[in-house]
């Protein structure tokens, strides 16, 4: 599928255009990094969703260190829009935690991270999704894939910008035909164990504070440090994780 | 080693009462839930680190939604224990965001977020410690093992503990004859990249917060929801991640 094509399709959709162009955006910038689970061909996936093109997100409370979105069922990709625009143009003066309740699909979190990054700011962010993975011992899915998501910012340049899902293969990587439905295991194989308790903890972190439908929560900070060109020296031209493809 | 046998000793390195008291809870705890390289036996290793048992540490910056304390090099555990009888005291409105520089070593990090959790609150910890983990391409240690634990609170009663380190073994296991050094790379086998991507996120975070010297970084808020009790039901008798043993 071509831009144009994914634009008069999300269009038809009953999409202003400014929600095309951040939709767009992100899955070019999916497609470009090898993550096609999450690129364009969202855009049909989308058409089989229940998609309230007039929901908006409220910020339902608003303090230093604390906000509260309510996405109201608005399109995760533009509620994660409006939160990195939102915490760019008022970053905090230290950290912040951020929430969003109802928000969902919110595609590639490490690309809003690296947004944030970019912007000077360390991010960390997280968010739940249906639930397909089962405890190791069999059983129904108690977890998301529920990607963690850190980007930091760097003085010499490009941010290092780290987005693990915790399962052996994505939900879009199934859709991209990249994996199978019986591949959506916790990855680490024998130690499954660890990446099924990393789901399970953001789980309910996030639905502690997001409630029981899908959410996210952001922590976003200014730096203080600049690790990242030491850790640079020390890879010795190895690749670190989420560099520019 | 007995308790009373690590009081002894660990008095005999100049610590007082009340942090003795705080060290053998910790290890204790540690070895009653298996994880005994955590536990008692980290007497005599400590015995062999350089201590300042007249290190305090210090809260160089406080505010509702940010904290920031400089260890000075005082024992990590009295530095956590410390941390978290502060939280408790003086809980956030809403959500705070905890930094701690020069701080090690921090043990269980789930010991700690329990703790948090056991008082009401959300928690998710992660501390950096010496780098072990490499490149899954080779070369020397990057990152460290660089745990993350969550805690949340339950109206059921049992918080929900998880507590994972991104190494397949942890140094403590090492120390514990349960593990061997050559053990020390990221978990997850052929996805092994992903524990190491998590260690290096984790540790970029951590050091452009708490800056170079190891660090903690504690997210910590009040829960809106109760997620826990729905979980367990689905789980049907599965044990959940940090099920009290």
């Known amino acids: 599928m071509t831009g144009a094509e994914a634009r008069s399709r999300l269009a038809a ?59 109201h069922g608005a399109l995760g990709y533009l509620v994660l829009d409006e939160i990195v625009r939102a915490t760019l143009a008022d970053p905090p003066e230290r950290a912040r935690v951020v ?15 690296r947004r944030l990054a970019d912007g000077g700011l360390v991010a960390a962010l997280t968010a739940t999704s249906p639930r397909r993975l089962a ?29 693990v899902s915790m399962g052996a293969v994505t939900h879009g990587d199934v859709l991209a035909g990249r994996g199978s439905a019986e591949e959506l295991v916790p990855f680490g194989g024998e130690q499954s164990y660890k990446a099924f308790a990393l789901a399970v903890g953001l789980e309910l972190f996030v639905g502690a504070l997001a409630g029981p439908e899908h959410g996210v929560v952001l922590v976003v900070a200014r730096p203080d440090h600049d690790p990242v060109p030491a850790l640079r020296e020390l890879a010795a031209g190895r690749r670190l994780p989420g560099a520019d493809v």
């Open 99 to 113: 929430v969003a309740s109802r928000c969902f699909p919110t595609g590639v979190l490490g690309y809003w991270a």
């Open 135 to 163: 405890h190791p011992d069999g059983g129904p899915a108690l977890a998301g894939t529920n990607p963690l998501a850190i980007a930091v910012p760097s003085g010499d340049g490009e941010p290092v910008v780290t987005d």
């Open 13 to 71: 959709l009953g999409l202003e255009p400014a929600q095309v162009d951040v939709l767009v955006a992100h899955f070019e910038d999916a497609d470009r990094r090898g993550k096609t689970g999450h690129g364009l061909l969202r855009v049909e996936w989308l058409e089989g969703q229940a998609i309230d093109p007039l929901a908006r997100a409220v910020l339902v409370e608003s303090g230093e260190g604390y906000e509260h979105w309510d996405a």
